[in-house]
């Protein structure tokens, strides 16, 4: 898949995601959405939207499991969606950068892999 604007930040993905359900696009054009660590945010999101998008609400069932999505709609039911896939974020993104110090530290990193 093409990066498309917006796609950086969470309202794209959500936005992205939202678009492709709505269309009948593929479950592959939009399964990106939901790999930037923060995708049960996404989530939440589209369940948020289902609740005053009838529309959404019908094209759901398609590509995902609505039990599933029930459950992490509830789990976040007062969550700051955007602010708390923010954090899961950096969260990765220090997690990363620890594993990459590490990998520099014991030489080139290839060792680390195998």
């Known amino acids: ?3 498309r604007p917006g796609f950086n930040t969470f309202a794209g993905r959500v936005a992205l995601a939202r678009q492709s359900v709505l269309s009948g696009a593929s479950a592959d054009a939009f399964d990106v959405c939901f790999k930037m660590f923060d995708g049960e945010m996404v989530a939440a999101a589209l369940m948020r939207a289902a609740e005053k ?7 759901m069932p398609k ?3 609505i039990e599933l999505l029930q459950e992490i709609h509830a789990r976040h039911a007062s969550t700051d969606l955007e602010a708390a896939a923010a954090a899961i974020r950096r969260k990765e993104a220090a997690q990363s ?3 990459a110090k590490r990998w ?3 030489g080139d990193g290839q060792a680390a892999l195998f």
């Open 97 to 99: 950068r620890a594993r």
């Open 1 to 3: 898949m093409t990066c």
């Open 63 to 65: 590509y995902f499991d």
């Open 104 to 106: 520099e530290l014991e």
């Open 53 to 59: 998008d009838a529309a959404l609400a019908d094209a």
